[in-house]
């Protein structure tokens, strides 16, 4: 027997220790509910399950993501619902305008309620808003946002649904822009015509009528003033306003003496007729002038420019003809109108679906995730109870070493 160093109870402590300890990870597990509280419970198991949950949060936020698209896209085709009711109403005015049973003062009461109507529309498209971005004025190009990685996005274009966008109005004008003759003009015969209105594709989009016009000359610098379309005239434009040409040709390389014949169109300003030209030939003789070349003249392709304001493919019910024509423009909107929600419904059913897939995903990720990281109770209580007896044995064994060097006491009586 031995009394400087008790195995036994060295033993009986070491154990107990180690008990102790199992079983406070043990607790600290059942109380947390995680079997990973630390790296050093299971290094790879905690790696990978923190990917896990950066997936998983990154899903619940595209989900999120998704669920304001709809919020905007369902701001924008409300507003585009009343549009389409707008629409209509101004399509059943122009209907009743076309009958002739109205006279002028009828006429001119519906074209108010057109023009008031035609405003709103503008209104609706200038201030729909989502979180301050305007939606309907052309310039909303966005992304939503609906993985949890990069560039994982849905993107969404609405075009401009202002009246004049859909061919109501115009928001666009012309200049009444001049060419000067910077000489004098000399005797001779001149003439000077009118092409086809053409866009910059080369397709024409106007017609000047035939038929002689008069133009009036000073008798020093001479001013031709581009004439503008026939009244009546239906102009249906594809872009901007600045992209129409007007192309002036001359007949001569200069002008020599004698007698001038020079012809035109009607003029018009503000979309109206302010003056007409004269049928039948008009000859004009100058004298003692030099001779001007055609450059002189301004024989040249020049660009229109805002300025005076005109109207294409506008909702004019002022007569039968131009009420039957605005049937057909009114026909026109309603269709891109309804063509811009039917693009908006699709984003939004796919959204929905979007939405749908997004939380399947990011349930089952974190059904995985659990599974690495969360504690099985019922398994952890057992070895909880095996490592608090065991805890509790030790520390009873511990005793009983204890108690054995006292033996030596005996032998020493």
């Given at each position: 027997m031995i009394i400087n160093h008790n195995m036994n109870a060295l033993n009986a402590h070491r154990n107990m220790m180690g008990n102790i300890a199992t079983a406070g990870k043990s607790m600290e597990k059942l109380s947390s509910g995680l079997r990973i509280n630390r790296a050093g419970d299971d290094a790879a198991g905690l790696a990978i399950s923190e990917k896990m949950r950066g997936q998983i949060r990154g899903l619940d936020q595209a989900s999120r993501n998704a669920q304001d698209g709809i919020s905007l896209i369902q701001t924008a085709e409300g507003a585009l619902s009343e549009t389409h009711s707008i629409l209509q109403r101004m399509r059943e005015l122009s209907v009743q305008s076309a009958n002739d049973t109205n006279v002028a003062v009828d006429r001119t009461a519906i074209q108010d309620e057109i023009n008031?109507?035609?405003?709103?529309?503008?209104?609706?498209?200038?201030?729909?808003?989502?979180?301050?971005?305007?939606?309907?004025d052309g310039g909303f190009k966005g992304e939503f946002q609906i993985g949890a990685n990069s560039n994982q996005t849905v993107k969404l274009d609405i075009g401009n649904m202002s009246a004049a966008s859909l061919g109501l109005t115009t928001t666009n004008s012309l200049e009444s822009k001049a060419l000067a003759l910077n000489s004098n003009l000399a005797d001779g015969s001149y003439k000077i015509s009118g092409t086809n209105l053409v866009d910059t594709n080369g397709n024409t989009v106007g017609t000047f009528n035939s038929g002689a016009k008069k133009i009036v000359v000073n008798g020093q610098d001479t001013v031709f003033t581009k004439a503008a379309l026939a009244d009546g005239a239906v102009l249906t434009v594809k872009g901007g306003i600045a992209d129409i040409k007007n192309t002036m040709t001359g007949a001569a390389k200069k002008l020599s003496s004698g007698s001038y014949e020079i012809s035109g169109t009607n003029v018009i300003k503000d979309g109206k007729l302010v003056g007409t030209?004269?049928?039948?030939?008009?000859?004009?003789?100058?004298?003692?002038?030099?001779?001007?070349?055609?450059?002189?003249?301004?024989?040249?392709?020049?660009?229109?420019?805002?300025?005076?304001?005109?109207?294409?493919?506008?909702?004019?019910?002022?007569?039968?003809?131009?009420?039957?024509?605005?049937?057909?423009?009114?026909?026109?909107?309603?269709?891109?109108?309804?063509?811009?929600?039917?693009?908006?419904?699709?984003?939004?059913n796919r959204l929905e679906h979007t939405i749908n897939n997004l939380n399947t995903s990011s349930e089952n990720l974190t059904a995985a995730e659990s599974r690495v990281r969360d504690v099985d109770m019922a398994k952890e209580m057992m070895a909880f109870s095996k490592n608090n007896i065991l805890s509790q044995a030790a520390q009873a064994m511990l005793g009983q070493a204890n108690q054995q060097p006292q033996g030596v006491l005996q032998l020493l009586r």
């Open positions: 008031s109507l035609t405003e709103e529309i503008n209104r609706i498209s200038g201030d729909t808003e989502f979180n301050t971005q305007k939606l309907l030209f004269a049928t039948g030939a008009k000859k004009l003789t100058i004298d003692g002038v030099g001779d001007v070349t055609e450059a002189e003249l301004g024989f040249i392709t020049d660009q229109m420019k805002d300025g005076v304001k005109f109207t294409i493919n506008g909702s004019d019910v002022s007569t039968r003809e131009l009420a039957s024509g605005s049937i057909k423009t009114i026909n026109s909107a309603i269709e891109q109108v309804s063509t811009q929600r039917s693009k908006l419904g699709a984003v939004q």
